[in-house]
């Protein structure tokens, strides 16, 4: 006997340990910062979720530098196309 869709979707979170669909790990490392730089950023956050600015901030730089590398291989490829 089969069971109703919502009793199989209540089975498989139960389980995946109640998790629908996982985010992507986190690698978890041990980094040395500035006290400053870690309190400037617990005091944007108001103490909870700084490390998840840092990512994001990370992340911006990361993305940043992609454009910036994208912008310069595209300029040299206009320039020595013309």
């Known amino acids: 006997m089969r069971r109703p869709s919502g009793q199989r979707r209540i089975s498989k979170v139960r389980s995946t340990g109640g998790r629908c669909n996982p985010l992507p790990r986190k690698v978890k490392i041990n980094i040395a910062l500035d006290p400053d730089v870690v309190d400037w950023y617990k005091a944007q956050t108001g103490g909870r979720g700084y490390q998840t600015l840092i990512n994001a901030a990370l992340r911006d730089i990361m993305q940043g530098r992609r454009f910036a590398d ?4 595209i300029i040299r490829e206009e320039l020595h196309g013309a």
């Open 70 to 73: 994208d912008l310069r291989r």
